[in-house]
């Protein structure tokens, strides 16, 4: 079920019964010449719609924009102030916990959220579980078998092949793969810690960050929105009670 599709007396009949509710978050982005701009959105959304479907969740309207500062040297980015979105972050699963979805399972696909959005559970009257569609067994056997080091950091494969499954796959036979990066770079950036946007559009002209997105193919996206859904649907089920 999606929240913005529902009445509020269907909303109110589904609380008088289950107290949960899925809250995705991603970025509006550049993704490297083969990703959307909305692949991090769209990969949560997808994930969060097609678990509700095996649990029975309420899924909120995803969050989109977010930080993402370090791309704003490549056209489409939109990138929000830290202390803004967690603020924005806050108000939103305040206003859910409000009308008693007292379980907020926030599936996020993008890693600079993470820490702002850890901040504004904090701050909120509900129990929060925070997980990224990636967090799972599952989801990383597929990700490790099909790509190894070239998932990379930035328009991996696997999420650019999740929009490939749901949206539209945009072709470069020619597309080399990036400057493969070492573990202590990964390691020191985790979690999207990169340096100013002039730099980061040096350093990754076209985008990517160590992934190589052609290796993407829509069948993999189709697998790997099967597991994840399913991984999610379990975790949250287990979250809930």
């Known amino acids: 079920m999606r929240l913005e599709t529902m009445t509020w007396i269907e909303v109110e009949a589904y609380l008088s019964r289950n107290r949960g509710v899925i809250l995705p978050t991603g970025s509006v982005e550049q993704h490297g010449p083969l990703g959307l701009i909305g692949t991090d959105a769209i990969c949560a959304r997808e994930v969060a719609w097609t678990a509700a479907d095996h649990c029975g969740a309420v899924v909120a309207p995803e969050l989109a924009y977010a930080p993402a500062p370090f791309n704003m040297g490549f056209p ?7 202390t803004l979105y967690t603020e924005l972050a806050r108000q939103v699963m305040a206003g859910l916990a409000h009308h008693g979805f007292s379980r907020i399972y926030v599936l996020n696909g993008h890693g600079a959220n993470l820490a702002p959005l850890a901040q504004a559970a904090s701050g909120v009257d509900a129990q929060v579980r925070l997980r990224s569609w990636w967090d799972f067994d599952a989801v990383n056997a597929l990700r490790e078998d099909w790509y190894g080091d070239w998932e990379g950091m930035h328009a991996t494969p696997s999420e ?5 499954h749901t949206h539209r796959v945009i072709a470069d036979p020619g597309l080399p793969a ?34 190589h997105s052609a290796l993407a193919r829509p069948e993999h996206g189709a697998a790997l929105l099967k597991a994840a859904a399913e991984a999610v649907a379990a975790d949250y089920q287990t979250f809930v009670g």
């Open 76 to 82: 489409g980015t939109v990138s929000l102030d830290v």
């Open 160 to 164: 650019v092949s999740i929009t490939q």
């Open 178 to 211: 990036p400057r493969k990066l070492s573990p202590e770079y990964i390691q020191a950036h985790a979690g999207d810690r990169h340096g100013p946007p002039e730099d980061h559009r040096r350093d990754f002209p076209d985008g990517r960050v160590g992934s």
